[in-house]
Structure formats: C-alpha cells, structure tokens
C-alpha cells in the first residue's frame, strides 16, 4: 500500500490529479454542468496518460465536483449538480439566516469526512456488497424506485398532498419521449424536441434557479435571493465548524453508511444518496420540524451521504464491472480503452492498480478540503456583486449551462417553463424537490415494473415473494405506518 | 363559495388527469394485447392518483376555514402602486428570456448573450455604460469556459461568416 502511495504521489500523476480537482470544483459550481459531463469530457485527455493518472483525475474531479455544487445551491438556491438538489433546502435557508458561511464549511468538511468514510467502506466491505446488489432483479428495482419516492413525503414540509401533487407531477413528466419497451412515442404531441423527454437538468435548473430569479423580481421582499446571495461575508472559524460536526456526529455516521450503500446499489448514484439521507435524518432527528428551515442536520446528511455515495459507486464497478453510476459508467469505458478488464479478475491481475485506487481516493479527500476551501473563497467575490449583476448573472448561466448538456435550444426553453412553474407551484405553497425526485425515479420504476410483469404474466404477487422484495416492500409499508403506529402505541403507553 | 388558491390546485390535478385518460386510449396495446405492460398503463395509474389526489386536494379546501383568506384578500386589496410594477418588470424579464431563447440560434451566442444581458440588466435599473461592459464580461467569461474550455458548440449565428 506504501508502494502504491509513493506512485500516485510521483509528478505525473500528482500534477494532472490536482488540475482536474480544482477543474471539477468549477464544474460543480456552475449549474449545468455535472461531474459526469466534467467526467466525460476529460476522459479523452486521458488517453495518453499511464491508466492511474487518468483514473486519478477522474476520481478527483467527481469528488470535488459534488462537494462545489453545494456553493451555488447554498449561496444563490441553484443546485450545481443534480446531487445537490437537496443542498437547497437548509444550506440556502441557512445563508438567509446569515449563517451561509457555518453552512458552506459544513458542507465543505462533511463532504471531506463523508468521502474519506465512503472510501474506507469501499476498501474494506466491497466484495460482500456487490455480491449482494448482483442478485437484485427488476422486481427489487421497482420497490428500490418506491423507496426513494417515499422518501420525498419525508422530505415535504407543510402538506402532504401537495407533495404527492408534486412527486406525481414528476412521474408523469418522465413518461413524456419514447416509451423505450414499445418505441411508441408518448405525449409528443408531433414535436421532435419531446421524442427523447424532458432531461431533468433543465427542469431543476428552471424549478430552483429562474423560479428564484421571478420571486424575486415579483415579490422584492428580503427573504429572496437578493437578501440572501449578498448577506453572507462573515468568516466562521473551523473550531465551530468542528463543534456543530461533533454534535451531530450521528447523522454523520448514519448518512455515510446510507450514501456508501446507496452508491454501491448499480444506477443509483450521489443525487438519490443525498435524498434518502436526507430524508432518514428528518426521521430519525429529535427535530424534525427544523428540516427545510435551516437545519444543521438538513446541511450535513445530504453533503456527507453524496461524497459518501461515489465510493459506494466503485464497488460495483471494480468488483464486478457494472457501473454505480454514471461516472463510473464512464470509468469502465475508460479503463477497458486503457486495456483493463473491470471485474473479479482484477483483484488478482492488477493489484497494485487497485491499491493505487485506493491510494488516489483516500488522498483526494485532503484534496478536496484545500482545494474546495479556495473555491469557496473564489465563488464568495461572485456573490458580493450587486444584486441585479449577480441576478442577470443566475440567469444567463442558467440558460447556457441548460444549452450546454445536449446542445438543444429546446432545453433553454424547457427553463424558462419550468422557472415560471416553480414560481407558481411555490406561490400555492406546493414544494418543488418531490416533481424532480418523481422525474428522476420514474423510468426506473416503470421500466421495472413492466418488465417484472412481463416476465410473471402480469401477475403482481411475484414482486412480493421474493426475499429481498418482501423486505423492501416491508420497509416501504413502515416508512408511512411509522408515524401512526407511533402514535398509536404513545396512546396505549398514556392511558395504561 | 368563493374559489380560492387551494381549490385551483385540485382542479388543475384533476383536469390533466382527464386530459391524460383522454389521450391514453390512442396509444398500442402492449405485448400480446396486455394491457398491464403497455405504454398507457403507467400513466394511467398516475392519471387516477391524479384524480384522487386532486379529489383529496379539493376536500381539505373545503373543509378548512377560509379565515385566513379573508385577510389576504384584505392585504392585496390595499393599494400598492409598487406591485404593478414589479409585476410588469417580472413579465418583462420572462419576456426576454423568451426572446433569448428565439434569437440564441439566429443570431448566434455572442450577439444575442450581449444584446440579452444588456437589455436585462438595463431593465433592473443598472447604468447603461455599467450594462454594457458586464454584458461584455459575462460573455467572454462563457464563451471561454463553456465554447473554449468544454468545446461546447455554441450557435456562431450571423457572426459565422466571420468564423467565430
């Protein structure tokens, strides 16, 4: 292992290693664009490179790249990757309270803790897991997809059956495009434009970012963005960061185990992660009525679980060559053009790359600390320009960041929809997260519940009998039986 | 009865259900004629938790007391000259976005990111040298990072004669 350390360190590999990771904490930080697209677009300048340089900037520019996309989603209420979608709700609260500066540093060193736990995890527990995830059939899949839904009435704060309105409004978004088992176009309405969907980029930049620009511009109160991207300059000193850390160092714990698990679990990746710890925190906090209103622990669980959770993605992915993620989907197709075949056999044949691997990911942690502490200093002269700088400024990054994933004008109109019904969805009180987590989920529920129920005849009784759906459904059933079932007994316990 | 807030909620839920379940029907059956595994039968069983939802929606709006309405409609009915102004800026703003998104391939990214940006910032009340020069910067800064450093393929518009 100390072989392995002393070649990552070696120039070669160090110095393209740190270029990517402040290049990923730019790429974070602009809405638009994702660490897979950072991802996708550095690989070809891999190519030349010895094979752990390259997967060194890969693994470096995803770290850093999902720890900044929590700066704009604190600081200006734009998720700088769809893996801090969640990072809206009390890091940005937070910054209204003027505390953004306590909310980026947490974010900046649970993100840290967060990576370093996942990667530990990946290091010691791999096998066993994706030897687990391997048994996974469409049947687990659709009740995994449940899962998360269920998570967004969780995540709802004020009523439940907007929050439905809004998950079911996602849901029915993603069935816009191809059907992909039928290759019938649906609700196309003849636009070509519609034939591949609606990409949930475009929707969350609209939803969270243009919808900010309108309240703004609508309401001119102090509690919108004006107020909030330019109030926070004040330092916070890293012995408080380490206190309030100390403090809920169970939901640090909980959220790291959450984020490895979930990113180990082939498909879902940092963004699911973030929702679910998120979500299990609300649970399982002695204040839930503090989440979305700038909660510490509503900053820390979804930070650390999204770090976490790309540790958890190589699992899969180095032990048996089934992508985690979308990176790491990348990745294999990286490492088979540099000539290694992801799977078990790797293990054996390229143990040193392995261990070099390993080496890469637990050092970019440090990395990641410095590196992003920079970041969030360069971001911080962003948003102390005057307001109507820095709002014209959300929306043209908005509208290009948009442009910029397919190349299609269409998603720049999708934006500017999207930021004119999320101005209206919050103006009837109805929260915006659950349409994107519908979105997200839903070709994974659907195409998995199809294919089950082509393959039992379409019988449902299949998606319960098997062990691991039985559990799943089990735990799906308690997440909304819990409350009542709690209540219930607190009466019994009264009145004996 | 006056319809509030919370009743159009429900109405609306319940109007693109009956939409959906209007289309659906047009759209093949799925293998072997079942209809469990064909392309309508998901937004099917979301067109009926829409009607439900929105059933439900409508049902609490009725049944909560329209107190607090009162007093909004009390609030906004207090003259505010500034609310229509900043309804106007806000229908604005949307408008040039609008704009943007219809000129952006024509016109091309540098010139139409400019003009955009320009007429924006102007619009919020900044002084127009001020307008000009950011618009000038905010530009440069994308066009380097996203058209240079990413390779994106930013529209060239007009300006692709001279082959930028």
């Keep these: 292992m100390i072989d392995a350390f002393i070649t990552v360190f070696s120039p070669n590999v160090l110095i393209p290693w740190i270029l990517a990771m402040a290049l990923g904490i730019f790429i974070g930080a602009m809405p638009g664009l994702t660490a897979t697209m950072g991802v996708a677009l550095i690989v070809p300048l891999t190519f030349h490179m010895e094979p752990i340089a390259g997967l060194a900037m890969i693994l470096g520019l995803s770290f850093t790249s999902i720890f900044a996309g929590d700066i704009p989603a604190t600081f200006m209420r734009v998720p700088g990757t769809p893996a801090s979608g969640v990072a809206v709700l009390d890091g940005f609260e937070m910054n209204k309270k003027g505390k953004g500066s306590l909310a980026i540093m947490l974010d900046l060193f649970c993100s840290t803790l967060g990576g370093l736990i996942g990667v530990v995890l990946l290091i010691t527990i791999s096998p066993t897991l994706a030897t687990f995830a391997l048994q996974f059939t469409h049947f687990e899949y659709f009740w995994l997809g449940l899962l998360g839904l269920s998570m967004s009435a969780v995540i709802t704060k004020g009523s439940n059956v907007k929050g439905l309105i809004s998950v079911v409004a996602g849901l029915l978004i993603s069935t816009i495009g191809i059907d992909v088992a039928t290759g019938y176009p649906r609700f196309t309405f003849g636009n070509i434009y519609l034939i591949s969907g609606i990409d949930f980029i475009p929707v969350m930049i609209g939803l969270f970012g243009i919808s900010e620009v309108i309240r703004d511009l609508a309401s001119q109160s102090q509690d919108t963005l004006s107020g909030a991207a330019v109030v926070e300059t004040s330092k916070t000193n890293p012995k408080e960061v380490l206190r309030v850390m100390g403090k809920h160092k169970r939901v640090i714990a909980q959220s790291s185990i959450i984020g490895t698990l979930i990113g180990a679990l082939p498909g879902a990746g940092a963004d699911i992660a973030a929702w679910v710890a998120y979500g299990f925190a609300k649970k399982t906090s002695k204040h839930p009525e503090a989440f979305g209103t700038g909660s510490e622990e509503g900053v820390i669980a979804p930070t650390t679980a999204n770090n976490a959770a790309l540790g958890g993605t190589w699992i899969p992915a180095l032990v048996f060559g089934i992508p985690g993620d979308t990176i790491t989907a990348i990745v294999l197709g990286a490492m088979l053009m540099y000539g290694l075949k992801p799977g078990p056999l790797v293990f054996i044949n390229n143990k040193e790359l392995i261990n070099q691997i390993f080496a890469v990911a637990l050092s970019s942690q440090m990395f990641v600390l410095i590196l992003g502490f920079i970041g969030i200093k360069a971001f911080s002269y962003f948003f102390k320009a005057p307001r109507n700088v820095v709002l014209a400024g959300i929306t043209i990054f908005s509208l290009i960041g948009a442009y910029a994933i397919r190349a299609s004008t269409f998603d720049v109109l999708l934006v500017i929809i999207f930021g004119v019904l999320g101005f209206f969805m919050e103006k009837v009180d109805m929260p915006l997260s659950p349409l994107i987590l519908g979105l997200v989920l839903g070709p994974m529920i659907e195409d998995n519940l199809r294919i089950g129920l082509i393959k039992t005849d379409n019988q449902f009784l299949p998606f319960l009998t098997r062990p691991i759906s039985f559990v799943f459904a089990v735990i799906l059933a308690l997440t909304f039986l819990y409350e009542p079932i709690k209540s219930f007994i607190a009466r019994r316990i009264k009145k004996s | ?164």
């Design chain 2, 1 to 164: 009865m006056k319809v509030t807030r919370e009743h159009t909620v429900g109405i609306v839920c319940i109007i693109i259900a009956v939409t959906i379940l209007l289309i659906t029907p047009s759209f093949p059956a799925g293998q072997e004629g079942a209809n469990l595994t064909g392309p309508a039968f998901f937004p099917n069983v979301l067109a009926i938790a829409y009607i439900l939802l929105g059933g439900l929606q409508l049902f609490l709006a009725f049944k909560s007391k329209p107190k607090r309405n009162n007093n909004n409609i009390k609030q906004s009915s207090k003259k505010d000259p500034q609310q229509l102004k900043r309804i106007i800026t806000t229908l604005e703003y949307i408008a040039l976005m609008v704009g943007f998104f219809a000129f952006f391939k024509p016109l091309g990214f540098i010139i139409s990111t400019i003009l955009f940006l320009f007429l924006l910032m102007w619009l919020l009340g900044v002084k127009w040298w001020k307008s000009l020069l950011i618009s000038l910067v905010y530009t440069a800064i994308i066009y380097l990072l996203f058209g240079m450093l990413f390779t994106i393929g930013l529209p060239a518009g007009i300006l692709s004669v001279v082959g930028l």
